[in-house]
């Protein structure tokens, strides 16, 4: 079946201007995970969604970054007023949530982002 | 909070060469713990993990609650094994912890 999938796998944009990222996890996955991957910094939790529940957005790294998973599946990552240090590989992971360690996280690709 | 430590960046080899990515963490809970691998231009994708004390690819990896510490290992490395490995944590329903990774280059 199809994997996790991102768009767009690129983006270039400057110094101020908004983004948009969109993520389409494995169909019937209840979570869903941002994660950031940076040289220099590895991987870093961003935000995670478990069906209605509240999402964790414990890991956002300031107010300009948001999240939002519409309908329990598809997710978009928006970060504003883009800054050179958001330049990063942007994760997209789902997984089925299972307890005691048998939970496994699907990633999808990446969306490359470049800040100039 | 819990942390993972993976000290080495890089880890080179030859291939036939035994292997060993360390990997420490620190929780005061019980840990679930991952190895993650990324080959080149392929995605992340799990490894194995600790609960199923199973060899993949030739892989183990013990968790030792003594030393914390959940390192990987392989007796032969091959030149397919070549990639990022990632050690990661997870407690309960939450995201994973990851560490920073190391390299493993196996040269012919």
Redesign the interface.
């Known amino acids: 079946g199809a ?1 996790v999938s991102q768009s767009p796998s690129n983006k270039v944009t400057e110094k101020g201007k908004d983004v948009e990222l969109r993520c389409d996890p494995i169909s019937g996955h209840t ?1 869903l ?1 941002w ?1 950031r991957q940076s040289l220099g ?5 961003l935000i ?1 969604f ?1 069906g209605n529940s509240a999402p ?1 957005k414990s ?1 956002l790294p300031s107010d300009r970054f948001s999240a939002e998973r519409t309908g329990g599946s598809v997710s978009t990552l928006t970060i504003q007023r883009t800054q050179q240090e958001d330049s990063a590989v942007y ?1 997209c ?1 789902s997984s089925l ?1 299972l ?12 969306t490359r982002l470049t800040v100039l | 909070a819990q942390r993972v430590t993976q000290p080495e960046k890089l880890l080179s080899v030859f291939k036939g060469a035994p292997v060993e990515l360390k990997c420490n963490y620190s929780y005061s809970g019980s840990p679930e713990l991952f190895w993650y691998v990324q080959y080149s231009r392929q995605r992340l994708q799990l490894l194995l993990r600790h609960i199923s004390r199973e060899s993949i690819k030739g892989f183990t990896a013990d968790l030792n609650k003594g030393e914390t510490s959940f390192h990987l290992k392989k007796p032969f490395a091959q030149e397919e094994d070549s990639a990022m490995y990632y050690c990661a944590l997870r407690r309960g329903r939450r995201a994973l912890t990851f560490g920073s990774g190391t390299r493993l280059q196996v040269q012919p």
Request: zero cysteines; a negative charge.
């Open positions: 994997g979570a995970y994660y910094q590895g991987l870093e939790f995670y478990q964790d890991g994760l992971a949530d307890a005691g360690g048998l939970d496994t996280q699907y990633f999808g690709p990446g």
